[in-house]
């Protein structure tokens, strides 16, 4: 990398003419206000009434609280696989109807709510949140918003046919006045044009614990009591229930997660294309591994490059490469042109621009370097006041019809954030290998074998995702 040295003196001088001139969106707002305020379907005769499906799990309990919580929302119906997690969370809302099939949820009660919280495993998301769409229900819908390359389009067009109803996508995190201020001063241009991106993940899909497994491939065990596991499989080819498979680690699990960096992605790259909206689909991706068997587990210490085609003035090639590292690996902080010294968390959006480096934790701090020296990036010139909201309220906002700027990563973004994530986890199945991507025609087009292995799946009969559009 080439960068044009200046002084710390005319950085500060230069930016804060510059910034103050390009940093004129309204606080809060930058690239959310790319997204027209349409008309909301919705009854005006009282609050919006929310069925939770998945109702505690890893966050569907503060997914279902923190809606509940809005003044015009009520959690009027539950569905959950799980018995127990069902009871548990009856307790908390006595009047709501209770189902442990999603499909039975519509079909019985479908007249009953105007919206729905989606907070399954990723592997359901796409059945489940096309069908409220289908339905013409408004969709809060947790990371990743699918599971499989096919279902990006799938999810895109049913949400394009149902302009009238907003959706959301579980990136709550935007909430933070760091990522906000990142998104303004990308857009604002004044750390000059982007050279490349760097996304660090922290832990590995392997990395055992609370939320994941260790990779170790159990002998078949019985599901637990009260689990419904063959509603649990939706979609996916039944196999037999096995250790650290439901309830929370299933993310370890190639069939039913996206390991660690799909988790992740989303919340790591909102301000990517919040800040650069010209930002489409990679059209390349290749992803070194020494993991060889990925027939039940994600790969562990993966390093993923994703080339983004680029036609902007914001970029300084032709193309932009997003490199992504999980298993607490890193890239190297002097070949990039920073200076020495500890990351400000194993999980990173970096983005390295011809004058300068910015250098964002998922809810702070956000750090600026240039020249080798590190300002805090809440203090760069001309960035206005962020006013604090809540994100899921935003989503019950815009349902019920009221106008808010704070509409971040409704599917039309959540879907941009999702796809490098799958491609780079699922390329893990030919590591080493460059996979030309061409989304339009969902295939690899150097690669027919990755064409057929990692782009679709066949789903189980009346778990398939409803197809609108298109």
């Not at 499909?103 to 409220?132: K, L, N, W, Y």
């Not at 809060?140 to 049913?158: N, W």
């Not at 109803?165 to 990136?171: C, I, P």
């Not at 893990?428 to 057929?452: C, I, K, Y």
Request: charged share 20%.
């Amino acid at each position: 990398m080439t960068t044009k040295p200046v002084s710390r003196r005319a950085f500060v001088q230069s930016s804060t003419a510059a910034g103050l001139a390009a940093l004129t969106v309204p606080a809060g707002l930058a690239a959310a206000t790319a997204t027209k305020p349409r008309k909301r379907a919705v009854r005006q005769d009282s609050s919006l009434r929310v069925l939770s499906i998945g109702v505690i799990g890893t966050i569907g309990a503060a997914d279902r609280r923190q809606v509940n919580g809005h003044p015009d929302a009520t959690i009027v119906g539950l569905c959950d696989i799980d018995a127990n997690a069902l009871a548990k969370a009856s307790g908390e809302h006595p009047d709501a109807f209770t189902c442990r099939d999603y499909r039975e949820a519509f079909d019985q009660h479908g007249d009953e709510f105007d919206a729905v919280i989606v907070a399954t495993p990723d592997h359901s998301h796409c059945s489940i949140m096309t069908m409220a769409l289908a339905n013409n229900k408004h969709v809060y819908g947790q990371k990743p918003l699918v599971q499989q390359l096919e279902e990006l389009t799938i999810l895109q067009q049913a949400a394009a046919a149902r302009p009238h109803l907003a959706t959301q996508t579980g990136a709550q995190r935007i909430q933070s006045p760091a990522r906000r201020a990142a998104v303004d001063i990308l857009r604002g241009g004044t750390l000059g044009k982007v050279i490349e991106v760097h996304v660090t993940f922290g832990g590995g899909a392997l990395n055992g614990g609370h939320y994941f497994a260790d990779g170790t491939l159990g002998e078949p065990v019985a599901p637990p009591d009260g689990f419904d596991y063959d509603l649990w499989l939706n979609g996916a080819q039944h196999e037999p229930c096995r250790p650290n498979m439901v309830q929370r680690r299933w993310r370890s699990w190639f069939r039913f997660g996206g390991g660690q960096i799909a988790d992740w992605v989303v919340h790591q790259t909102d301000v990517l294309f919040y800040a650069f909206p010209e930002l489409t689909s990679p059209t390349q991706v290749c992803s070194r591994t020494p993991s060889s068997d990925l027939s039940f587990f994600h790969a562990d210490k993966v390093i993923s490059t994703l080339t983004y085609p680029v036609e902007s003035d914001a970029f300084a090639n032709t193309t932009c490469n997003m490199y992504f590292y999980d298993s607490n690996m890193s890239p190297n902080r002097a070949q990039i042109g920073i200076g020495e010294g500890d990351w400000p968390s194993g999980i990173c959006t970096i983005v390295v621009c011809e004058g300068g480096t910015l250098v964002l934790a998922p809810e702070g701090p956000l750090e600026i370097w240039r020249e080798g020296e590190k300002i805090d990036g809440m203090t760069y010139p001309g960035l206005p006041k962020y006013e604090s909201f809540n994100h899921w309220h935003a989503w019950v906002d815009t349902a019920v019809g009221k106008d808010t700027p704070h509409l971040w990563c409704p599917f039309e973004v959540g879907l941009k954030c999702t796809e490098p994530g799958l491609l780079a986890v699922k390329a893990a199945m030919f590591p080493g290998q460059v996979l030309d991507w061409d989304r339009a025609s969902l295939s690899f087009t150097n690669h027919a074998e990755a064409t057929r292995t990692i782009v679709k799946r066949d789903y189980r009969a009346g778990f398939e995702p409803v197809r609108l559009g298109g």
